[in-house]
């Protein structure tokens, strides 16, 4: 079945640019999504890219995807300590209805 | 975008009792979803809430269990059933706007401890 890959956690410094990798199974996937989640609260949609584009940029977020390889990558420039949070990267076709597939999340710490 | 209200924000449940969570979404949306996310994992399906008629389940979920009502465009409940410490998790639920592009959006959650 689909799946979607990311690792767990990664650290970086305040001031520094994080980079969150993901990898995807489906090639029918029409929309991939970058959400984050705090502490005890929902998922925040911070942004997706349509499968027919390569590159979305959106202030500190730019997006980057490799179709060809079923990549997915997410770059936070000026991270900052706010930036701390779990960033799960998802998938959605319409194969059989639409359906959305998760990653299991990257736990991002940022130190001071 | 869409704002979606979800009640309660948490509780603390019996085992062997019930709880009914609201999701109210200001907006008409095109789908809407129930997820649950187990302390430290991703999400789960749930079901798809369909509007006015019975909700999908995804496999090892089942209506007993988490019924689910839809019954307009905006506004779904789910219910757990027959409580156990098992069910502790963060419910969400979801939407899907659809007018120019089907992009997903989530409400805050309800975070469920069952003693």
């Known amino acids: 079945g689909e799946d979607v890959e990311q690792s767990l956690f990664l650290s970086v410094r305040e001031g520094d640019s994080s980079v969150i990798n993901c990898t995807y199974t489906d090639s029918s996937s029409t929309y991939l999504y970058w959400y984050k989640q705090e502490p005890g609260a929902g998922l925040q949609l911070l942004t997706y890219?349509?499968?027919?584009?390569d590159m979305k940029q959106d202030q500190r977020l730019t997006v980057l995807l490799n179709k060809k390889d079923k990549h997915l990558s997410l770059r936070i420039a000026d991270t900052q300590t706010g930036d701390s949070a779990i960033y799960f990267c998802?998938?959605?076709?319409?194969?059989?209805?639409?359906?959305?597939?998760f990653g299991a999340g990257t736990r991002l710490f940022v130190k001071a | 975008s869409a704002v979606i209200s979800q009640k309660p924000s948490r509780d603390i449940c019996q085992r062997g009792t019930s709880l009914t969570i609201q999701c109210q979404v200001d907006?008409?949306?095109?789908?809407m979803f129930w997820y649950r996310q187990q302390p430290g994992q991703s999400l789960t399906l749930i079901a798809t809430?369909?509007?006015?008629?019975?909700?999908?389940?995804e496999s090892g979920f089942v209506i007993d269990k988490f019924p689910i009502s839809r019954p307009n465009l905006t506004f779904s409940t789910l219910t757990v059933s027959n409580m156990s410490p098992e069910d502790s998790s963060i419910y969400l639920c979801s939407v899907v706007i659809g007018q120019v592009r089907d992009i997903q959006y989530f409400g805050a959650g309800t975070r469920l401890s069952v003693l």
């Open positions: 907006s008409q949306v095109t789908m």
């Open positions: 809430a369909n509007q006015g008629s019975e909700a999908t389940y």
């Open positions: 998802a998938e959605s076709n319409y194969t059989g209805g639409f359906k959305t597939i």
């Open positions: 890219i349509f499968s027919n584009m």
